[in-house]
């Protein structure tokens, strides 16, 4: 396999040293100077600029498969913004889409797959797709990397295994997943035939992806939190685990971080934090101090507030902002270890938000954890 | 307030002495032989019979608003199914309706109201509906009563204040609650008006209901879930409490058991423990013996069931309810106070649930709580 990945022969192009750290370093739970952040969805349908682009592109798969418009959204956020990391501009559902799925999305529907996993014949004949299939992401990272030139890492992501096959057995979203639950409590040794599948695909797309130019990967574990308890270790985590382990976990002399983010996770901190994620990403319903506690800092922080926070008024956001900080509580530990928080939103941001009060979110995250960090001891 | 409630003058008719208090019992966490069941949702669209009244009716609203309709499918899963208790048919979005808001169910959409609640001057001029406007509720209350002659004991139900707050904002059901967030972070004096009113509606409403012959209550927060962790106290179980605190408690002699479901409620069990209810419903996220820690037996539980188990074949259904009995673990605890567990679904059962899966669920909580029982000290 790691002859044959596609990203490998670009990755000369990417070499300029990185000028922020801050956001790898958070996420390594080594010591910075402020609180980095990026926000999940940042390049995206709130921002006038994002909405141009993609009316150029004709399409939203006509802008994530083409990686010159990918490159161009991805740095549209870090044009206004202060963040301390982009994130690829591309879907969640690339991979089952390579793996045949036949992928569209229509206006105002959300994703659909023509040809979603609904009988026995269909899931014993799913592979992991050819990486080549891929090439317009892998094409992306170097591109954005290049762009970027050092100014902040990239990050690179990937849906579940869990999450992936709730799109390919039900075809699309779904409110209440019934038939990817069907086949759980029904036939679990297909679900399980399915995620074998899709966790090999995403650590190869994520690997891929790392050949490329990525400096750090994310698990977007969406749906987990629809799992009953007894079956979110059997049927997500432990296929995100399993992803983890087949990481590449250095590049170019640096550590790749890996962020691990399962929307409704709340009840299963503990779990969740030794999966072999560095940064466990959290929604905004367990406080960042419960959270911390419950993993004895085993892992980073990266969240977590709530997104609607920033439909409120610019000193609103700010105080907001600030109280997640405070929530997190002291960087350095009386026994000398570092917490390590990266901020972000508990869930991506809302296409409704005022860009405006974007800036007030960024400058009371950097402001006030730097006034707090340097005051500490 | 007292004088003027339309259900006291039903009650006389329905005094037939209640044959099967296992629920009640439970409820109290007083011993039982078997765990009771009833199911959200119970008279619904799965069954073929509720789709047939629900024709005739003409409409949602038709069905729900006509006490002969009313009482005719809230008794539908009775005849089927060896349930433990009735719950009153009818919706949460009655009280806002009595407000004035204008409820209407389009096909296929969901609820929707006409005069949302958008603008100050709207909110400043809601006040508590007249519960005249709800008589048709009470009349139900009190029919079903008869109708069920002392069989198994009715439950009577409301939104929490904080549920309907999200639907009288957002005019409907929303996937990122923009405009109750909004006015939440933005103008939160006026949410508390809105909930202030809301839980003085909810509490009047329920003991109209107890007065017309309910024997326990139910309060729905079914979006309490959507909040941030330092919100949900603020504006959702803050409000809640103060429906505890209004309710009447006892009625003919007994006590009227008050059941509290969050959706989603999982990171909070220890408040919402507290916050004055007999019972508390769990979904499918917390294992029951985890949350029976979490609250030491100070309240009983309800649930927790995924409803999606309910699709796969008779044995697998009978096999995850005996493993929720299980979890649950010993009624009897080593200090010999009791337990208490209600077994339902952890939410409503689906519409696309196979009728005859229900008899498996029944007969397999029944028998095998029956066995667990009898062979415990």
Redesign the interface.
């Known amino acids: 396999m790691i002859g044959a990945r596609p990203g490998a022969d670009n990755r000369a192009m990417s070499a300029a040293p990185l000028r922020n750290d801050v956001f790898l370093r958070a996420c390594l739970r080594q010591p910075t100077d402020y609180t980095p952040l990026w926000l999940m969805r940042q390049a995206g349908r709130y921002l006038p600029e994002y909405r141009a682009t993609r009316e150029r592109a004709g399409s939203f798969m006509g802008l994530a498969t083409n990686p010159t418009f990918a490159t161009e959204v991805t740095l549209q956020p870090l044009e206004r913004y202060a963040l301390d990391a982009a994130i690829l501009f591309s879907d969640i559902l690339t991979v089952p889409d390579a793996m045949g799925l036949g992928l569209s999305f229509e206006a105002g529907e959300g994703p659909r797959f023509e040809r979603p996993l609904r009988d026995e014949a269909a899931i014993r004949a799913l592979q992991v797709p050819d990486l080549a299939r891929l090439r317009y992401v892998f094409d992306a990272v170097a591109m954005i990397r290049k762009a970027l030139d050092g100014r902040v890492p990239l990050i690179g992501f990937a849906g579940s295994p869990w999450t992936l096959a709730c799109y390919m057995v039900e075809g699309a979203g779904s409110d209440?997943?019934?038939h990817v639950?069907?086949l759980?409590?029904?036939r679990p040794e297909l679900l399980h035939q399915i995620l074998t599948i899709n966790a090999a695909a995403v650590a190869a797309y994520l690997n891929a992806q790392i050949d490329a130019g990525a400096q750090a990967v994310m698990v977007f574990d969406s749906w987990g939190?629809v799992?009953?308890?007894?079956?979110?270790a059997r049927f997500s985590l432990d296929y995100t685990r399993r992803v983890m382990d087949l990481l590449t976990r250095e590049r170019d002399g640096r550590a790749v971080p890996r962020i691990v983010f399962t929307k409704?996770g709340?009840?299963w901190l503990e779990a969740i934090a030794a999966c072999g994620a560095d940064v466990v990403g959290l929604d905004?319903?367990?406080?960042l101090r419960?959270a911390r506690a419950r993993m004895d800092d085993r892992v980073a922080l990266q969240g977590n507030l709530?997104?609607?926070?920033l439909?409120?008024?610019p000193e609103?956001v700010a105080a907001?902002a600030r109280?997640v900080i405070d929530d997190f509580g002291a960087q350095r530990r009386s026994d000398g270890r570092w917490g390590g928080h990266v901020f972000n939103l508990?869930h991506g941001i809302?296409q409704?938000t005022p860009p405006d009060h974007v800036h007030a979110l960024v400058e009371a995250v950097h402001g006030h954890s730097r006034r707090v960090l340097s005051a500490s001891p």
Chains 1, 2 share one sequence.
């Open positions: 209440d997943y019934r639950k069907t759980m409590y029904a939190g799992l009953a308890h007894d079956c979110f409704g709340g009840p905004w319903t367990v406080p419960t709530d997104p609607a926070v439909f409120a008024a609103v907001q109280a508990g809302s409704h």
